[in-house]
């Protein structure tokens, strides 16, 4: 993970358990506290001037801290704490989804009292979530905090991210601890085998065909300026996954977009026709969400941790370490191989004569003036309405996730929340909130469906009610659109993917702006004064009422 926090200098002095922990929090710069009571730490965090955000339901709140994480790419940690028993239950989802996109988040549940934490039925969170998690320690004796705080900030600092659990039973809070003794942790960066770095390059300098792959790991290093280095040089097209979208300009020549269950045609033909794949940054894991890799080529992974290494895709060559460490390695010893940068003419007017006739067969649906409102309309005015380079976007699961992704060019890092190897419907909304705590100079949107807001559409109200000014782009079509083909006995018979709802008005009951858009001819203006009521403080959801779009670029 990147450098720690420049906390305040080392105290010493006599704490209550509780104290502890927030002071500890406080020491290593966490600003917001995301949670759900009854947890004590609530109420120890805000005494130490940490935020407390309360959501409707726990899974929200540990998407807000997620993306705390995200948008920092570290820097900061979203933490989150529940209430023992259905608390922590109910939280589990949140943590896994953390878990599968190795995102760090701090999760502080209380737990039973020591005398009742391992008997059934009780929940205990450090057995029931450890493998959803980087590590889950209970504290047994409040003496220790100083030392498992400091391992668990370690493990959120340094290596792969995942969520780390710290259980804290309930009768524990108010014990005396006696003086503290903690300083911020350390993040490490460690770096590629220099002899594998140089087998490496060679295989990109001999390559006639390299693509790069680049995943999240890029975002986690900051490693955008070497990314665009590495590229130029070779003159490389650049692909990324849902979780890498962001780290490469894709309105660069080069850019290939993001691959997902959705992805341009031009991707598909650079893959498929490449000598050479390195992944950077990425676990090459295999998904329905994500690209499936050809059998043809070489493979390179550049990856953090490895336990990703040869996973799911047989590689010929691997570097350990951090994405900005290993493609500084590779850029120095491709000096020397390569000399100057590529001429990159011929292969970006390869990706444009694929490229371009691709978006013609969808600019129909894109540009569509009908009504109800094609989904794919929506969001081609979205992005030509909103100011894209300041803007923190991300999608929802199902077909909100597979109309947006092709299309929605990012042009500047971390200004798009992909996700994809675990895709819990609702986890758009959490996530954009999240990023405006952490961002609040960006215009954060949510684009989800009807399916998704009956999961989490009723923390639309925390966004009103904490002050977090975020555009909720809802695509209603009354169904369970992507389900249609594989239920259509239910829905005929039952009609068992049909959902309805009036979300607009929710959102004004609310307290927030809501619109309800029916006609083309006002998607922008919508939009518009969607933008203005959130730089007014005002949360917005806009519902645009769409046809029960099916088609997704499936290549």
Not at 37 to 43: K, Q, R
Not at 411 to 432: D, F, I, R, V
Not at 473 to 483: H, K, R, Y
């Amino acid at each position: 993970m990147p450098g720690c926090h420049a906390g305040p200098q080392r105290e010493d002095q006599a704490m209550k358990l509780g104290e502890a922990i927030a002071e500890i929090m406080k020491r290593e710069g966490v600003e917001i506290l995301c949670g759900y009571p009854v947890n004590h730490l609530i109420e120890f965090a805000a005494a130490r001037d940490i935020r407390p955000i309360m959501v409707r339901q726990e899974r929200i709140g540990l998407h807000m801290a997620d993306a705390i994480s995200r948008v920092t790419a570290g820097q900061k940690i979203g933490a989150f704490c529940m209430q023992h028993g259905p608390g922590s239950e109910n939280a589990y989802g949140g943590v896994a989804q953390a878990y599968g996109e190795s995102v760090p988040v701090l999760v502080v549940p209380q737990g039973y009292p020591r005398r009742l934490a391992h008997i059934d039925p009780n929940f205990n969170s450090s057995e029931a979530m450890r493998h959803v998690v980087k590590s889950a320690e209970p504290v047994v004796l409040a003496a220790e905090i100083s030392n498992i705080m400091r391992r668990a900030f370690t493990r959120l600092r340094n290596g792969r991210g995942g969520p780390v659990l710290v259980e804290v039973p309930t009768d524990l809070w108010n014990e005396e601890v006696g003086e503290i003794d903690y300083a911020p942790v350390m993040a490490t960066r460690y770096g590629p085998d220099p002899v594998e770095v140089k087998r490496a390059a060679r295989m990109l300098a001999e390559a006639k065909r390299p693509v790069i792959y680049a995943g999240t790991g890029v975002h986690w290093a900051r490693a955008w300026t070497q990314l665009a280095k590495l590229s130029e040089l070779l003159a490389a097209p650049v692909c990324t996954s849902l979780g890498g979208k962001s780290a490469f300009n894709e309105e660069h020549p080069l850019s290939l977009g993001a691959a997902g269950v959705a992805m341009g045609r031009h991707m598909r033909v650079f893959l498929d026709k490449a000598d050479l794949i390195i992944g950077i940054g990425c676990s090459f894991t295999e998904t329905n969400f994500g690209p499936k890799m050809p059998k043809g080529p070489k493979f390179i992974q550049a990856t953090l941790d490895p336990m990703h290494l040869n996973k799911d895709v047989k590689v010929d060559l691997g570097l350990i370490g951090d994405a900005a460490l290993t493609m500084d390695a590779l850029l120095a010893e491709l000096a020397g191989l390569v000399g100057s940068p590529r001429d990159p003419a011929p292969v970006a007017a390869e990706i444009q004569s694929i490229k371009e006739p691709w978006l013609a067969e969808w600019m129909p649906k894109l540009t569509c003036k009908d009504a109800p409102l094609n989904p794919y309309r929506v969001l081609w005015d979205l992005q030509h309405t909103v100011d894209k380079d300041n803007v923190i976007i991300t999608h929802d699961a199902g077909s909100p996730r597979d109309q947006i992704s092709p299309f929605w060019k990012s042009t500047t890092p971390l200004s798009y929340l992909g996700w994809g190897k675990t895709t819990q419907l609702g986890y758009g909304l959490g996530l954009a909130m999240g990023a405006k705590l952490a961002a609040p100079e960006k215009l954060c949107i949510n684009v989800w469906g009807d399916a998704a807001i009956g999961f989490t559409g009723m923390d639309f109200e925390t966004a009103v009610r904490e002050r977090i000014p975020i555009m909720s782009v809802l695509l209603n079509n009354f169904s369970m659109a992507i389900e249609l083909k594989v239920m259509p006995v239910s829905t005929e018979k039952y009609r068992s993917t049909d959902i309805s709802g009036d979300y607009a008005a929710m959102a004004r009951a609310f307290g927030g702006h809501g619109e309800r858009v029916t006609d083309p001819s006002e998607i922008v203006p919508a939009i518009r004064r969607g933008i203005e009521k959130t730089q007014q403080g005002i949360p917005v959801l806009l519902e645009f009422i769409t046809s029960k779009e099916t088609a997704v670029s499936r290549l």
